[in-house]
């Protein structure tokens, strides 16, 4: 529940969290500045105000440390076709977030290198779970079984499959839409039929994606675009 509690001349908006299994009032400041209370379920909605005025304090000068170690970094990240931008929070706690349009890193380490990496990690483990999500809705239409799936920074290729029947696929199709990541998912699965490029290969690639050719030519064209770079910090 939404509400809006009037202080002086200011009109505070939270979020209003009760339940069953609520059983402490607990107020939480969002890294986005949202205001969120927690209160047990029967609790008074003017108590539940009076929480956030008595409050209202400490609430501004943690949003003011907040914005302090706040620092936007210059420049976006892709993410499935999506231009996020970089915000980067100082914390003690390392780790990665999607707000709305933009990308939150909390990090200990403010450095080019070490952001570089983090975000990277949370990029290639997004990969892994949308690839291993389209594997389990299209393997089954292939009545040869594919063995051990990775994620690699290939140079030239967005996916192979190996003799062996291994997928590999390149971490960066998370940069790119979603159908894109899609389309190479079918494309190798259907090399477990013919490994090659025949005209039965593409038809097999086709009865799974009618109108695979606007993806694979997004990806020869905007291929080159997708790269992770990021700003050294201050």
């Given amino acids: 529940m939404i509400r809006e509690v009037k202080i002086g001349q200011r009109r505070i908006r939270y979020t209003l969290l009760s339940g069953r299994n609520r059983t402490h009032v607990r107020l939480k400041l969002l890294p ?19 929480v956030i005025r008595q409050n209202l304090a400490k609430l501004d000068e943690a949003l003011s440390e907040m914005n302090r170690q706040r620092q936007s970094a210059d420049g976006t990240v892709l993410y499935e076709g999506r231009r996020l931008q970089l915000d980067v ?3 003690g706690a390392a780790r990665v977030e999607i707000g709305g349009d933009r990308l939150i890193v909390h990090a ?4 080019k290198d070490a952001l570089h990496w983090q975000v990277k990690r949370f990029l290639v483990t997004q990969a892994l779970e949308k690839l291993r999500a ?3 809705k299209w393997s089954p239409t292939v009545p040869v079984a594919y063995g051990r799936v990775t994620v690699r920074e290939q140079k030239s290729r967005w996916g192979s499959c190996s003799s062996k029947h291994n997928l590999n696929f390149n971490w960066k199709l998370i940069m790119a839409p979603p159908e894109c990541l899609e ?6 699965l259907c090399h477990l039929l013919y490994f090659n490029h025949s005209r039965q290969f593409w038809a097999e690639v086709e009865k799974r994606m009618p109108g695979y050719q606007l993806w694979r030519k997004w990806l020869k ?6 790269s992770l770079n990021i700003s050294e910090e201050a």
């Fill in 183 to 188: 389309y190479v998912v079918i494309h190798e």
């Fill in 221 to 226: 064209q905007h291929g080159s675009e997708l």
């Fill in 89 to 91: 929070i100082r914390s």
């Fill in 108 to 111: 200990p380490d403010l450095t």
């Fill in 32 to 50: 986005g500045g949202e205001i969120q209370l927690g209160v047990p379920q029967g609790f008074p909605l003017r108590q539940a105000d009076d």
């Fill in 134 to 136: 389209q594997l389990d």
